[in-house]
Every structure is written in structure tokens, then in C-alpha cells.
């Protein structure tokens, strides 16, 4: 039996291992389940796992959350401080899969025990990650990537030498916008930027998905979790979703990962890793799918993953900056505030104003987020 | 510095492993060269590369291969029973590259020094699978195949448990008559047949891609090679040969080998494994490519792999006698003798001639083979 915490329980990657741990009761006791608000939510999980302690980040939840367990036995807690002690608590694996920077100090708590990570959260590696990485080396913890292209990565590289690779190619959908014009996609709406056309995902991520930012923050992700150098790293654009990445060795062959757009089938890979487990997701029929196909992405329509490649370029503090505006805009997209074709607008003003200073810490790299935001909303409001 | 062998040296394989050989020199040490009778090819190669000893299948050509290699000190030999001398001369790796059943002997003398072989004579496998399984595990030999299907299946397989296997699918390129009509794939003539869309082959292989019976041929070699079970086994029409072939896992996850139809590729992956070594084969671009496409297999125009299918299901003998019959049929096309359609009707025609017994050695696999081309002749003199 092995012990597992969940970071985000209650979204889309946390519903994907609870349904698999469901599948597989006697093999994992699950210690905590933290949320952001979802109160009923969690209570209803943590009663039904067993879990040790059930935590919102939302202070002002607390009072609900412990009259959801009353009589439970199992502990309740809230905010930022009870996020990071709970993420503390050892465990063999923890599911790191809270959306944004938020989830960075809780996934830090989690690296600093020292087991294996499934990491969902890129935010936090996009803005911390030279600190995480380092973190993680210094805690013998090990990251397992819960992405689908990054978990496409991490199969298609093992048994292999990363020093044999030649090229990393991610895989993008293009987003719901691929096809649409300038005009249309800058008059378009939040509900249409959300209706992503392959992958069920929370609102934030469905909105990088549109403007391509989601594959621009995959892009440094990727260069933090595999070092093979931002010059080996690619983007295509294959609007099917079934090529989730590949990797392309130094003798011709390329290796890729290929699946259903089912988030369960990245996290029961990092579930049992080395090993593989049984799940219930479709098996993969190409001659039904017929046709994949693959494009360059265009930067003109969809600047993100320009912008991406620059920060990473830059180094220092600029992916922090580049996913905090992001995250500002991107509510304020969200908020009816901008227009869609503002967000990249705001990150490239964001990202001109250099903070100038490399985060060497948690602590630095929280500050930087911090006041790169500052930095947005000013944007933002001169917008 | 590793020693080698290839059998088979003036064919395509040949090339393409003596082409990486000749890149890199000073890790390699040759010791025999063989070919059927491209005297003027095999003693050049032996001169260029210092082999230790060139044979040649055709006894008649002796004298002139004695007559090419004068003063050089590289032995010469001739005849079915030399081949199999200088396969069984201890080497590191060899290169079982001669095509047909021809090649099974001197491919089983060198399973029998117990070192590693890179096959890719598929129709030994094809007719003597259990025999060769059977002692490539008694003699401590390593399979790697060099097929560019088996050997994506193979990379795709590494570090995986192959209990974890779900499906194993052999891609196709569907051949030359893949979108031809019925009538006009019977007018078919050899020069049409063996201008294979994607891959520069040798005639009988490229008559085995345009009846799809390489394919079929390849089911079997893959049963053998992986143990999964005929019913794990499909095959998918994908003609752009881009996608080698594909490994589905338990948990939903799909590996595949992607590369360009270059078989220096899968060549290089056998000289290196289980490290990889720098080839100038072009790197992939997808977006270049732009559509990969996928079909079901047309088993009524093309019933080739249905014929192989059938005769893997029977085992005992079938396969043998599927393998020799084509061998007879494809060789009649070539000559002028059968129109392309009567391909199949042979092969089939000499299955339902049930020979009743399952070869349990080398020996009673070449009578097996011997009978079955004796029955495949009658058929086809009776066409």
C-alpha cells in the first residue's frame, strides 16, 4: 500500500487519480486533499478515501469545511500556511496539481519531503524553475511529469540517453482559434476561448490553450524537466491531440506518445510508474481517426509561444514575469475586463519592463511574482 | 572494437549497415562477407573493409571470386555449406541479411555461436520460427530486428514489460496498388510492382509490399519476435511510412517509432543497442509532411495478410508453406509467368494442401520447405 497526497483535488487532474485510485482502493492510502474553495467537494472526496486531512486554501472556508467533516476524524485546515504543512506530510507520491503560482510554496513543501512528484502545476516550474529543479536534486525527490506532453516526453526518453537526442518536438492543438481570422479571434469571447476542442480542462488552461500561452509555458516546463537545451526544443501544431509529443534521437528515430485526450492516461503512468496500470480509456484506433495532421505554428496570430521562447531565452526572472501577467490577464480576459488578443499584448509590455533580478529562492521567486503582477495590472489599467 | 558479420552484403541492408560501418571505421572489425552471386560487389566490399572471408552462395562463382580477392589474403569460399562456416565464425553482431529461405541455415549457424543478430531475413523467421526461437533461448543468442516495423515495435517496447501490452500494431504502407482497381491490379506488371511508393527495396520484398504479403509475413515474424499472442497483433494501412508501427499499453498509452524510410535508421539502432549512434539520416518535420494517414486493410483486394493470418492461427507447418509458396509465386511474376493476382491464389491454393506437420528442426523445416515448393510448382503449373 502506498501513501499519496493530492494538491488540487478537486480539479480536472485531481478527478482523473481520484477516479483511477478508485479503481485500485487497496493499493493507496491517501493522507491530504487540499482545494482552493470547493468545500462540498473536498469533504465529499476526503469522506470517501479516508483521507487524513482535508485542506482549502480560502481561509473564510474553513468554518464550512469542518462542519462537512464533523465527526469524520479526519482534520481540517485552511490557508496558505495549512496548504504547506499538509503538502509536507511524507508520503510516497503527491499529485501536485494546483492551477497557477499558487500551487508553487505547497509543491515546494512537497519536493523538500523528498519523495516523487507527479507535477501538474507548470505555472510553478515556469516561474520557479531553476529553484525547483534545484530543490528537487538537493532532496533526492523525483519529478514525474503529469502533462500530456511532457508525460509524452518522459516515456519516449526512457531507456534512452538524453544525451542522444537530437530534438524535442511538443505537440499543440492550435486551440479552438486555429482556423479563425484576426478580426474574429480578437472579438473573441471568454466562452469561446473556454470550448477547447479536444481536451475537458478548467477555464484557466483552456484560455492558455486559445492564445497558444499554454504551449509557451509547456516550452520552458519542458526545458526545466528535460535538458536537452532551449535550441532542441520544437513546437508543431497537430490539431487532433492523438501525437501527445516525441523526441527525435540523434539516429533518425523518433519516439512519440500517443493516446486518447484523457488526462487519466499521463496520471496512471506516473501512478505506477516504472510499471504501468490497467485503466478503463479507449484504446487508440488510428484507421477510425483516419488523418493526423501537423503545422507550423504562427506566431503572428498567436504570439504566445514567441514570447515564451524569449523569456526562456532571457532567463532571470522573465518566465516568472511572463506567467504572472499571463495569469493577471487572462482573469481579466476571464472578467469581460480585455479583449482576447490583449493578453499577449499585456504580457509583451509586462516582460518589456525587466525586474532584473534572478529569483534564487522561493522567497525571491514569490516576490517577483508578486510584483510582476503590480507590473500587469499596470499595464493592464493603461490598456 | 566489435567484430561482424553480414550475411546478405550486397543487398539493401548490406548497404545500409557497411554505409554506417565506413562512418565509423575504428569500432568495427569485419569478418565475413557474404552475397549470392555480386561477385564484383562482395570482393570490393571485402577488399575495402578487410574482411576475413567472402563467401558467395553461387558454387559457380567461386573461381572468380578467388580470382577478384588475389594477393589481398581475404579467404574466399562458395556454397551453402561455406556460408554457414563463416556464420559460424564467433562474432559480436551479425547481419542476417539474405532474403528468402535461402538464408535460414547460415542465419541458424550464427543464432548457434550465441552472439547477437540483427535479423533481417524475415522468411527464416516466417518458416522456422519455433525452431529459431527455440535456439536463439538454447545457445544465450540475441534477436534484434532490423525490419523497420519489428524494430520500432522492439525501441517501443524498451523499458516496458511486454505483460503490460495491450496491442502491437504493424504499420503498412499498403504497397503500390494501394488505390488501384481490381482490374487494373490484375494487368499489374513486375516493372509496376517493384516501384514501391516509399521504400528502395530489392524486387521479392517490393512484390511483397504490392501483394501486402510482406505484411503478412511480418505478422508472423512479430508474433515470433513478441510474445503477445496472435489477437494482439493488427495491422494498419498508413502510407506515408512515416510511422514505423505502434505499441499500445494497459493504461491507454501508445508508443510508436517514427522515422524516414531510410533503413539505415533501424540498421543503426541493432550496430548501437542499447545506445544509439549518430547516423546522417534526415531529421523529421512533421509540419513538412503536413498528413499522416490511416486505413483499415482491404483483405478482399489484397488478401495477403488474411492468407498469413490463417496460416499463423493453423502454425505446424502453415507458415513455412504460406513463405515458400510466395517465394515460387513472386518468382513466376518476376518472370512473366502468373499475372499479379494469381500471386495470392497460389499461395492459398498451396496452404489448402495440408503437409500435416509441424518441422521440429532445421532439417525438417527445409523439407518442409523443399515439399512445399514442389506443391506451390504443381499448383502454379496447373494455373
Chains 1, 2 share one sequence.
Not at 468554518?63 to 495549512?82: D, S
Not at 479571434?185 to 477555464?203: F, K, L, R, S, Y
Not at 508543431?236 to 500517443?258: I, K, N, W
Request: net charge negative.
Amino acid at each position: 500500500m502506498r501513501t499519496i497526497s493530492i494538491l488540487g483535488a478537486t480539479g480536472s487532474v485531481g478527478a482523473s487519480t481520484l477516479d483511477l485510485i478508485r479503481r485500485n482502493r487497496d493499493e493507496w492510502r491517501i493522507v491530504a486533499l487540499t482545494a482552493n474553495c470547493n468545500v462540498t467537494q473536498l469533504a465529499a472526496l476526503a469522506r470517501e478515501f479516508g483521507a487524513e486531512i482535508a485542506v482549502v486554501g480560502d481561509e473564510t472556508c474553513l468554518a464550512e469545511l469542518r462542519m462537512a467533516l464533523a465527526g469524520t476524524g479526519i482534520e481540517a485546515a485552511a490557508g496558505a500556511k495549512a496548504l504547506c504543512e499538509a503538502a509536507a506530510r511524507p508520503v510516497d507520491l503527491t499529485v501536485a496539481a494546483i492551477v497557477g503560482c499558487a500551487g508553487l510554496a505547497p509543491t515546494m513543501a512537497a519536493i523538500e519531503q523528498g519523495g516523487t512528484i507527479a507535477l501538474a502545476n507548470k505555472e510553478a516550474l515556469v516561474s520557479a524553475g531553476d529553484v525547483m529543479t534545484a530543490a528537487v536534486r538537493a532532496n533526492g525527490a523525483t519529478l514525474l511529469p503529469v502533462d500530456s506532453e511532457h508525460n509524452a516526453i518522459f516515456q519516449c526518453l526512457q531507456a534512452n540517453d538524453i544525451a542522444d537526442v537530437r530534438w524535442i518536438t511538443l505537440t499543440a492543438s492550435g486551440g479552438p482559434f486555429r482556423t479563425w481570422s484576426a478580426e474574429r479571434i480578437a472579438a473573441a469571447t471568454p466562452a469561446q476561448a473556454v470550448a477547447h476542442p479536444n481536451w475537458d480542462m478548467g477555464a484557466k488552461i483552456s484560455v492558455d490553450s486559445a492564445t497558444m500561452m499554454n504551449k509557451g509555458l509547456e516550452f520552458i516546463e519542458a526545458y526545466h524537466l528535460f535538458p536537452v537545451g532551449l535550441d532542441a526544443l520544437r513546437i508543431v501544431v497537430h490539431p487532433q491531440s492523438v501525437v501527445h509529443s516525441m523526441v527525435e534521437y540523434r539516429d533518425g528515430s523518433t519516439l512519440a506518445q500517443l493516446g486518447p485526450p484523457d488526462m487519466r492516461v499521463p496520471v496512471a503512468s506516473c501512478l505506477a510508474w516504472p510499471k504501468r496500470m490497467e485503466t478503463p480509456c479507449q484504446a487508440l484506433d488510428l484507421a477510425a481517426i483516419g488523418e493526423l495532421s501537423f503545422f507550423a505554428p504562427d506566431e503572428n496570430l498567436f504570439p504566445a509561444t514567441r514570447l515564451a521562447r524569449d523569456a526562456a531565452h532571457a532567463g532571470g526572472a522573465a518566465p516568472a514575469v511572463l506567467n504572472a501577467a499571463n495569469e493577471v490577464a487572462v482573469a481579466a480576459f476571464l472578467a469581460g475586463k480585455i479583449g482576447f488578443t490583449k493578453i499577449a499584448v499585456i504580457v509583451e509590455q509586462a516582460l518589456n519592463r525587466d525586474i532584473g533580478v534572478a529569483p534564487a529562492s522561493l522567497e525571491e521567486v514569490l516576490a517577483v511574482d508578486r510584483l510582476a503582477r503590480l507590473r500587469a495590472n499596470e499595464v493592464l489599467e493603461s490598456c
